[in-house]
């Protein structure tokens, strides 16, 4: 059979002729788009999907309907059609061979291009956050306004190795699926259950154990006065580490000479027990919540787990702040005018009211404050209304950056635990009422995490003193 034979034989049955056109009309869309890929031109995560996944998976189907139409059109020959002799003595079998080996080739290319660039566009930040946008929209604009924003996704969530790289693409086919047919849970929960040990990730950047001694920490807070009264708090954070073989401080916690586990509930928000292991000398302490003790109606209620970073850094990367949390970073870094009357006190009133989508938010948050500026200080409203604009568009920043009405997650639905003002966080162990049977608690003294160097002072001492 000849060359021309052979490209003949691609044409005799519909579906090798289908076959032949879609990984044709396949391959030449995929060296185009990859063309545009390579020259910079990436475009929104959807190009990358249908580059790398949809088109390639095309192109496989064509290859795979080739040979079956080959086979049927041989059918039609009847049973006893002979089947072809492999002679490399003679030029036509030599031809054909050489086509076929170049087909392959460019197949194989292709294929192979295909999968590393599916895998490595899988593995972006945009892939993530983006090609399922209305459902993930809370965790990505969350991440991008976090201190992990410059990380990928993937190296918290997957980390290194084939096994968990397996186990997330697994996990993401059943996600597409809840995407595709609306199964998914709104609010969607942490999946504190599924992420990999912290010290798989985290740890491959952070050394807890390593000393850090203590931190300075300044909290500014604004007051809901007319004047917006800015307030500081200053705390020595006894952060702490290992110092030669003894270790001290908040991150005693994780000293690799002990491990602590706790039982709790699913949210891990209520902790019936934690059991700490003396890994030198075997001592194994207990403490239990109330009712919760051995013999008691919730002794074996719960979940175990040995306790790591993301017990207390549990939103290290999706920090969904409280309101007035926002509200002040907004005033001390001059994106709300601190001399406008009462713009603290209107401005919580504003973004913790409900809106039904973000536009609604946006337009509520304006007019509600250039109606209480033009009601109450007609002067402000006509002299400042930049200002005013201003704060508005913060106010509505603030807001759009926690709340997500389609997703049902407004403020304080995802606690974070680290401190204990937003959510309970360090008290739910260091309350006073876990104890050892023998009536030793887990204290909920404050200097054992920090000392108060100033309480929402307007003028800290200690401040004055460590100004240059």
């Given at each position: 059979m000849s060359v021309k034979s052979f490209f003949a034989a691609l044409t005799r049955h519909p579906l090798s002729l289908t076959g032949t056109a879609i990984a044709t009309a396949a391959a030449i869309l995929f060296l185009f788009l990859f063309s545009l890929d390579a020259l910079g031109l990436h475009g929104h995560p959807y190009i990358g999907i249908l580059s790398y996944l949809i088109v390639p998976a095309l192109f496989v189907l064509g290859l795979v309907l080739i040979p079956i139409g080959l086979r049927r059109a041989r059918k039609r020959h009847g049973a006893a059609a002979p089947l072809p002799v492999i002679d490399f003595n003679l030029e036509a079998t030599r031809n054909r061979f050489l086509v076929f080996l170049a087909l392959t080739v460019v197949n194989v290319v292709i294929v192979a291009l295909a999968t590393y660039k599916a895998v490595e566009v899988m593995d972006t930040t945009a892939f993530c956050g983006e090609a399922c946008h209305s459902v993930m929209a809370p965790e990505h604009t969350a991440f991008q306004r976090g201190a992990h924003a410059s990380t990928r996704c993937v190296d918290c969530h997957i980390g290194p190795g084939a096994g968990w790289f397996v186990k997330s693409k697994l996990s993401g086919s059943w996600q597409v699926v809840s995407v595709a047919l609306n199964l998914y849970p709104t609010p969607i929960p942490t999946p504190v259950h599924s992420l990999r040990p912290?010290?798989?990730?985290?740890?491959?950047?952070?050394?807890?154990?390593?000393?850090?001694?203590?931190?300075?920490?300044?909290?500014?807070?604004?007051?809901?006065?007319?004047?917006?009264?800015?307030?500081?708090?200053?705390?020595?954070?006894?952060?702490?580490?290992?110092?030669?073989?003894?270790?001290?401080?908040?991150?005693?916690?994780?000293?690799?000479?002990?491990?602590?586990?706790?039982?709790s509930d699913a949210s891990r928000e209520t902790i019936y027990e934690v059991e700490m292991t003396d890994l030198r000398g075997g001592e194994v302490v207990r403490w239990y919540a109330d009712g919760a003790e051995e013999g008691g109606a919730e002794a074996t209620t719960g979940i175990w787990r040995t306790m790591d970073c993301v017990d207390c850094h549990n939103r290290p990367s999706h920090t969904f702040r409280p309101p007035a949390v926002e509200i002040d970073e907004a005033i001390a870094t001059a994106r709300i005018a601190r001399d406008l009357p009462y713009v603290r006190r209107e401005g919580m009133k504003l973004i913790t009211a409900d809106y039904a989508d973000r536009e609604a938010a946006r337009l509520a948050i304006r007019d509600g404050l250039t109606r209480f500026y033009v009601d109450e200080y007609p002067e402000v409203a006509a002299d400042r209304a930049a200002d005013i604009d201003a704060a508005a568009t913060a106010l509505f920043e603030g807001w759009a950056g926690n709340v997500f009405p389609g997703m049902k997650v407004s403020w304080g639905t995802y606690p974070n635990h680290i401190g204990h003002e937003q959510a309970p966080g360090c008290f739910r162990c260091h309350d006073d009422a876990h104890s050892t049977p023998e009536g030793k608690a887990i204290s909920q003294d404050c200097e054992t995490c920090h000392s108060i160097l100033a309480m929402e002072e307007v003028e800290p001492e200690i401040l004055a003193t460590l100004s240059p």
């Open positions: 912290a010290r798989e990730t985290c740890e491959q950047c952070h050394w807890p154990q390593k000393f850090v001694g203590d931190r300075l920490r300044v909290i500014t807070k604004y007051d809901d006065d007319e004047a917006s009264t800015e307030r500081k708090t200053v705390l020595l954070m006894r952060v702490g580490g290992l110092v030669g073989r003894a270790s001290q401080g908040i991150h005693w916690h994780v000293d690799p000479s002990h491990t602590i586990r706790y039982r």
